[in-house]
């Protein structure tokens, strides 16, 4: 209470001027670019936004460290498995690249056929059957346009029906959801084949499946091709709901892929190639081929020298055998080869010709030639008995 007594005058003067500077700006407006702008809000302004700043600040490097650290710790984990899950897709990708290449090999050896799609002509729906018996469109293509009875119509999207009737300048395509319709089909997976037909509700059935088969919904339904109006591999639909029916057969919804109810415009098939499968070429090569690339190969026979006969050799002279060298010169082959002396290297002589008095050796015609690099055993000369000479006995009782 001293200090107010004592400054009251000195606080009121304060008091008096704060509300004359408070009501001037209250009073004067700044003018701007765009528009004027009371001085209180200016002061109010700037008081305040250095504190919303700070707040401004704090909130977001509190953000940033959750998103950045504690938002973030399982990210090492998920990113371990995303490695190794790129990793199992990679092999998975090799795997199926093999077995697509040997599927080609094998499809190339048996000469398999495949149809593919190589000219289509775009029609625009111009009507519809207009009953609920019968589905089916009219197109504002006909015969004189070039289409014929039982050509494929697709879409984008998937298979809408065949063309059934054909007029001059549109034709009359029944669509797959009709109860008199018929298209070869395939589950995509179980590679299940089927009938996909219409039925009177304008469901679209597969049947002749076999009621112990199991088929998931959300398969996929393509063509088989087996019906020669559709090529293999175009996509029908997907499985709805697969249900036991009659005579052992399974009844599988299937849910069209293109929309047979909004059909715009279509796309007829007028010209399909049948072409051969062929091997892929731009592979690597086999792992037969570098195995037999990397063996080391036979050493080569060294070239014996073929002595050429003379000018002047007769008719009787030795010739040459298929190898270029005369029989004369390969070398003697040993009668009987005995293990006795197998160092023996020296050449056969000429067998001498058994005359009348001479006793031929036993084994002188199983004298052969033989080659060089093989033993040579002489066989032991046999001493011609004279005719009247005393036997070796003899002689011992005579000495």
Sequence with gaps: MDVLGRY???????????AQILGLAVQVKRTTDSEPTRLIRIWAVGTVTPLERGLVWTKTTTGSWWHNYFYLRGVRAENRNLKAQIERMSLEQVRMSQDADQARRLQALLAFKEQFISQTMAAQVIGSSGSELSRSIYIDKGEHDGIKPDMAVITAEGVVGKVLRVYRSTALVLLIDDQTSGVGALLDKTRLQGILRGSPSGEVVLEKVMSDEAVPPGELVLTSGGDGIFPKGLLVGTVTKATPGRELFLNIRVHPAADLSRLEEVLVVTKIDVRQAEPDQTNAA????????RLPGLPSKPEEAAKPAG??????GNAPSATGVPEAAKPAKP?????????AHATLPPAPEPSAGIAAPANASALKPTRADSPKILPKPVKPAAEGKPQPDAEEGQH
């Design 335 to 343: 009668a009987n080869p005995s293990p006795a002396d197998p160092g």
């Design 8 to 18: 009251r005058n000195l606080i009121v003067l304060v008091g008096v001027l704060f």
């Design 311 to 316: 000018p002047g050799s007769s008719a009787g």
């Design 286 to 293: 086999r792992a037969v081929d570098i195995l037999a690339s």
